[in-house]
């Protein structure tokens, strides 16, 4: 009875850091789409690509709420690809900024945008 009980309570737990996190990354996303309509230039094509990885992540959190092992896989998939286009390789940092824990491409013209 006792475990129903923390099953449920983990379950509520999950799905409520689920939609949290979906309106954060909603927010990204919303914010680099509408800046990319707004009379700048259109991104290149692996900018895009990000992006549908981006909005891979958004449909596998909301779809976790319904079909949990779907949502889970491919929440983490897109995960998996969207950080891989936007922060692999890492590039070390400038001595300088050594004791930093910022990490990603740094190599002298700051953080890479997507």
Do not use: N, Y
């Not at 983490?76 to 940092?93: E, M």
């Amino acid at each position: 009875m006792a475990l129903v009980v923390v099953s449920r309570a983990l379950k509520l737990v999950a799905s409520l850091v689920a939609v949290a996190a979906a309106v954060l990354w909603l927010g990204f996303f919303v914010e680099h789409v509408t800046e990319w309509f707004s009379g700048s230039p259109a991104p290149p094509p692996g900018v895009w690509v990000a992006q549908l990885a981006h909005l891979g992540i958004l449909v596998g959190l909301i779809a976790s709420l319904r079909w949990r092992l779907v949502g889970s896989i491919t929440t983490v998939v897109s995960a998996l690809l969207f950080f891989a286009l936007t922060v692999w390789p890492p590039v070390p940092l400038p001595d300088d900024r050594a004791g930093s824990v910022v990490s990603g491409r740094l190599g002298g013209e700051g953080p890479r945008k997507c």
